[in-house]
Nanobody, 124 residues
Framework: QVQLVESGGGLVLAGGSLRLSCAASGRTFSSYAMGWFRQAPGKEREFVAA????????YYADSVKGRFTISRDNAKNTVYLQMNSLKPEDTAVYYC?????????????????WGQGTQVTVSS
């Protein structure tokens, strides 16, 4: 079992920045690929970014590429999502997730464990 707790969400003006954190506990964090997903009201949960277990490979949705950066600190059992140049369409609940596979996935169904989510609201 892996327990995930997100933090860092909030209200920000368009063009601003936020840094989300996801603290993991339980089984060996460094053996899991990690991902960030988001879900806006009335929409399906969608992939945002993912990072391999070592941090050597990262993947991004086209909508956030160049604005968001995913990183991890295995010594702290934490994964981060730095979000810059935020837009109103980035407003959503953001979830972190752990994937036991070697390669980080981009699909919801590939992830084994999920956090409770943190709200990000970007006002124009």
């Amino acid at each position: 079992q892996v327990q995930l707790v997100e933090s860092g969400g909030g209200l920000v003006l368009a063009g601003g920045s936020l840094r989300l954190s996801c603290a993991a506990s339980g089984r060996t964090f460094s053996s899991y690929a990690m991902g960030w997903f988001r879900q806006a009201p009335g929409k399906e949960r969608e992939f945002v970014a993912a990072i391999s277990w070592s941090g050597g490979s990262t993947y991004y949705a086209d909508s956030v590429k160049g604005r968001f950066t995913i990183s991890r600190d295995n010594a702290k059992n934490t994964v981060y999502l730095q979000m810059n140049s935020l837009k109103p369409e980035d407003t959503a609940v953001y979830y972190c997730a752990a994937d036991g596979a070697v390669v980080a996935g981009t699909e919801v169904g590939e992830y084994d464990y999920w956090g409770q989510g943190t709200q990000v609201t970007v006002s124009s």
